[in-house]
């Protein structure tokens, strides 16, 4: 967590640690790790509740967890824009993270291409790559 800001870290240190690593190819350890994270996807919901900066809701929209669909918003200047969230999570997982998609944004700003998949090579990708095989807390976690 070095090179984090004070307000992240403190965050961070709220939601449970995930400790299966595992993906959808491992059967019974993919349950547990899905177990994980929606203990830890629910904690940092709660939190965001409770602080007042709810963004998102999202749910599994498959049985074996690989399909996750929601929305996402944002206000700005007392207007909400809200936006459908949606992800797979790939087979590679948590070794590969998965692609965020918000198909309203298609094309609207160099960050977005393919439908939507927001470009996270910069920045996201390179944490990810960096991290995955550490402890570390939610594996959905963006800004």
């Known amino acids: 967590m070095e ?3 004070p307000n992240t870290k403190s965050t961070l240190t709220q939601i449970p640690l995930l400790t299966t690593k595992a993906g959808p190819r491992d059967g019974a350890a993919w349950t547990q790790r899905l177990k994980e994270e929606y203990k830890a996807l629910i904690a940092y919901t709660q939190m965001n509740k409770s602080n007042d900066n709810d ?19 944002y206000v700005h200047n007392l207007l909400k824009y809200e936006f459908d969230l949606q992800f797979d999570i790939p087979v590679t997982y948590p ?6 998609e918000l198909p309203e944004l ?6 977005m291409y393919r439908g939507g998949k927001i470009c996270l090579t910069v920045h996201f990708k390179p944490l990810w790559a960096k991290n995955w095989y550490a402890e570390f807390k939610v594996s ?3 800004s």
């Open 3 to 5: 090179g984090w800001d």
């Open 55 to 73: 963004w998102f809701r999202i749910s599994a929209a498959n049985p074996e967890g690989t399909r996750w669909t929601g929305k996402c918003w």
């Open 95 to 100: 070794a590969t993270a998965p692609e965020l």
């Open 106 to 111: 298609d094309g609207k700003t160099q960050k």
């Open 140 to 142: 959905f976690l963006f």
